[in-house]
């Protein structure tokens, strides 16, 4: 009988190990701004990470006080976030980002003023105690109409985009933050977002080698704490799987042969890519099989049984054998080491925290302040005639595309809000379609225009927009918020290089004559 009783609590504890470690490997998403209960209680049994997006943060103080909730379930829990500055802001998801992205900052070209803007940014980020960011992307926009990347990378120039994704891994390590580089082996050349579909790159292994893989090289050797893998099929590197599911990529490219050590955490499993091919318990096998940590889900299904799917999902896939149980526990072991990280470095952030450290950014080089300056360094003002400064107050056209999934359509962009604040009576509207132009020009009546565009080379309407104002009114201001692809024209033209707040100021004082 003692024998027996020793065998079955034995087998009890395999069996609890097994499922803690199918948990541990998740990195879900919940609703609200306070922590659900069965969020709390899958941090009790084994849950080692959450992913927090704009709908479950409202202000500083309410995110500080749901990581405090958190912390006190499981004090080394890893909080992500899919902060990015720029356009895709998660912590200003509502007002817009006091931080450029990495357009803007690549356009300055100064790694040092990336370096403080990641830095001040992850200590915002840490003093609401938040520790791992699925950011920066890494990915060299080589393909101008790609329709998911453009102004969240630092460029078209490989050793641009390398030199600025270590400069920000720094950074935002600096802050205590893990960095998490994204989308692995690179998803700059691809012309379909895989929030949709799964996107190919045709490239051959020189191109990929010598374009999208340096600036991951310079990502590992700054000491990235995580890499995010991409949803994408690379033939070149394995014609049968995307990335997320390659072992060939995930293992062989970038643990054998890069020699990366740290986390590997998949893109959002129900993206299109995986969820509409594979399925998101099949491909979360197959991620962690590959080679995968930690798999990124939430951003659309954010449930308990969610949860629950997946963690059944890989703990039966160890029982029937298709996924080694030492695999699991790898992965789940490389999650406990970044938790112990980040708990190690809350707690010398602690120990160093002094005035002017706090959420607000406040203080010398501080998040408005370095964030702001970095959106002016950024500025590029072209003009084919003298300027003629404003006589009155304008109408502000935004020529308004669909936003893709990454960004989403809360984030208000423009100048309209900025130059009213400088220009007392500015008035707005947004626009798109065959009709824009007409609508504007009657909206306007007569005063100034301001055309606010974003990436316009992608879009016919836009382009064919401005032709029309421009005929009509050449006077009219061009303002660029996405990527300054197309010839610039406008009495000036503006280009931002990112739609962040602090790049809506930017150009509202170049208008307004400040």
């Not at 040092?112 to 950011?135: H, I, K, Q, Y």
């Not at 990502?219 to 690379?234: D, E, K, Q």
């Not at 005035?355 to 500025?379: C, K, M, Q, V």
């Not at 947004?430 to 824009?436: L, R």
Request: aromatic share 4%; glycine share 12%; hydrophobic share 45%.
């Amino acid at each position: 009988m003692t024998t027996l009783a020793s065998g079955t609590a034995a087998s009890n504890a395999d069996k609890d190990d097994l499922t803690r470690d199918a948990l541990t490997v998740l990195q879900p998403g919940f609703t609200g701004t306070t922590a659900p209960d069965w969020v709390l209680r899958r941090l009790g049994e084994g849950l080692a990470s959450v992913g927090l997006f704009g709908r479950n943060i409202a202000s500083p103080e309410q995110l500080s006080a749901l990581t405090a909730q958190l912390r006190a379930e499981r004090d080394d829990v890893l909080v992500a976030i899919d902060e990015e500055g720029g356009d895709v802001t998660r912590l200003e998801v509502r007002s817009g980002s006091s931080y450029p992205g990495n357009h803007a900052l690549g356009a300055v070209d100064d790694v040092e003023l990336t370096r403080e803007v990641a830095s001040a940014l992850g200590r915002r980020l840490a003093d609401c105690g938040v520790n791992l960011n699925w950011a920066p992307s890494a990915d060299v926009n080589s393909n101008p109409g790609n329709p998911v990347i453009g102004v969240r990378s630092f460029g078209a120039d490989t050793d641009l985009v390398a030199r600025h994704t270590a400069a920000y891994v720094t950074g935002l390590q600096s802050a205590g933050v893990a960095a998490c580089t994204k989308h692995f082996p690179g998803h700059g050349d691809t012309a379909v977002d895989s929030h949709h579909a799964l996107p190919r790159i045709d490239a051959g292994l020189p191109v990929l080698q010598a374009r999208e893989l340096a600036p991951f090289r310079a990502a590992i050797a700054a000491g990235t704490r995580a890499v995010m893998s991409a949803h994408i099929l690379v033939p070149a590197l394995d014609p049968d799987r995307p990335a997320t599911l390659s072992r060939r990529i995930l293992t062989g490219l970038l643990r054998e042969e890069l020699g990366y050590e740290g986390l590997i955490v998949t893109d959002g499993m129900e993206m299109q890519a995986i969820a509409a091919t594979y399925g998101i318990e099949r491909g979360s096998v197959l991620a962690i099989g590959a080679g995968a940590d930690a798999i990124c889900v939430g951003g659309g299904l954010a449930d308990d049984e969610t949860v629950r799917r997946l963690r059944d999902a890989l703990v039966s896939a160890v029982r029937t054998g298709e996924l080694a149980e030492e695999r699991l526990a790898d992965a789940a072991a490389r999650v406990r080491a970044l938790a112990r990280w980040t708990t190690a470095a809350a707690a010398r952030g602690t120990e160093n925290a002094g005035p002017g450290s706090g959420a607000d950014g406040g203080g010398p080089g501080g998040g408005e302040e370095i964030g702001l300056i970095a959106a002016r360094r950024a500025l590029r003002v072209t003009s084919s005639g003298p300027y003629t400064p404003l006589t009155g107050a304008p109408y502000v056209a935004a020529l308004t595309p669909v936003a893709n999934i990454a960004v989403g359509d809360e984030t208000p962009w423009g100048v309209a809000a900025e130059l009213a604040r400088l220009v007392p009576g500015t008035e707005t509207g947004g626009f798109s379609g065959d009709d824009a132009a007409a609508e504007v020009l009657a909206a306007a009546g007569s005063r100034r225009i301001v055309a606010v565009v974003r990436d316009e080379h992608r879009h016919a309407w836009m382009a064919t927009a401005l032709d029309t104002l421009l005929a009509a009114r050449p006077d009219t201001i061009v303002v660029e918020m996405g990527v300054p692809q197309a010839p610039p024209r406008g009495a000036p033209h503006i280009a931002t290089y990112g739609a962040a707040r602090v790049c809506g100021r930017a150009a509202a004082e170049a208008i307004a004559g400040e």
